[in-house]
């Protein structure tokens, strides 16, 4: 069985999509008539600014354009888990328009209480947005209005400094005997004492190392990063940039607990 879904952020974007674990079927681009983009979802982790949302619009010829893809019901649990579905968005029907006629998809729209329309999007979330755009033929106009919306402004942080002290090394193995711990960049935290507003990532990341992860989430990656390539450091620039404020973001969140190896 297979169901349709209605994509307009970065999961118009095919690799950041097989990112998450879901490879559609199809997909073609499609119209939401009536609606308006906004990214006013706040993100869990201040240096990713805001996420995308769409909201009806009582303006005239206002429109959100995206990709419906057909995929198969058994992602459609992976999508609720990555999309924080109930705690960040909420799931539900829409109508688009596509090249066949009118079909029916679900979608996701943002949650009255993550809303903060002071948000913006990060370079490296709208440029997957463009990227996905551009890939499935958007209007060309729609694409110049997201290429000149207002961004989020870059952290230029320090490089991350690994705490003082003896802490122990975790691997794959001993990381997943640790529900609450998670790990970035070779650096181990405890989540447990997190605020609840992160109780999905503890899910998503609890006993695992989000490295790879994150890196497939870069608007640079084509999706065949490895784990060798980290062990190996065939990390680029802007992937240790990003990796560097996830080190910073989860110390202040969460608790640090020791360093993880790749070998």
């Known amino acids: ?21 879901v490879e559609p079927l199809e997909s ?18 201040r240096h990713e600014g805001g996420m995308a949302n769409i909201e009806p619009s009582d303006t005239p010829g206002e429109r959100v354009l995206g990709v419906v893809h057909r995929c198969r019901d058994e992602h459609l649990p992976r999508l609720d888990a990555l999309e924080a579905c109930g705690v960040g968005y909420d799931r539900g029907p829409v109508t688009v328009e596509t090249r066949e006629g009118s079909v029916e998809a679900l979608t996701y729209r943002g949650l009255p209480a993550v809303l903060d329309d002071r948000c913006l999007p990060t370079r490296r979330y709208m440029n997957i947005l463009l990227r996905g755009a551009r890939e499935a033929l958007l209007d060309p ?18 490089p991350f400094t690994f705490p003082d002290g003896e802490y122990p090394e ?9 529900p609450d711990y998670t790990a970035v960049a070779g650096a181990v935290f405890d989540m447990a004492g997190a605020r609840p507003e992160l109780d999905v990532p503890k ?12 890196l497939k989430r870069l608007d640079t990656s084509d999706g065949t990063e490895t784990l060798d390539d980290v ?31 790749y070998d």
């Open 1 to 21: 069985m297979t169901f349709r879904y209605f994509g307009y952020g970065s999961n118009m974007n095919l690799t950041a999509l097989r990112a998450k674990g």
């Open 203 to 214: 899910r998503l990341f609890g006993g695992m190392d989000t490295t790879l992860f994150h």
């Open 170 to 178: 975790f691997d794959a193995a001993t990381l997943a005997r640790h």
């Open 231 to 261: 062990r190996e450091g065939r990390v680029s620039e802007a992937g240790r940039i990003y990796l560097n404020e996830y080190l910073h973001e989860f110390a202040r969140e969460f608790r640090y607990v020791g360093r993880y190896r």
């Open 141 to 158: 106009a729609y694409l110049d209005r997201l290429e000149a919306h207002p961004l989020h402004p870059p952290w230029n942080r320090q």
């Open 28 to 45: 073609a681009p499609a119209e939401l008539r009536g609606w308006r983009l906004r990214f006013n979802v706040r993100h869990w982790f």
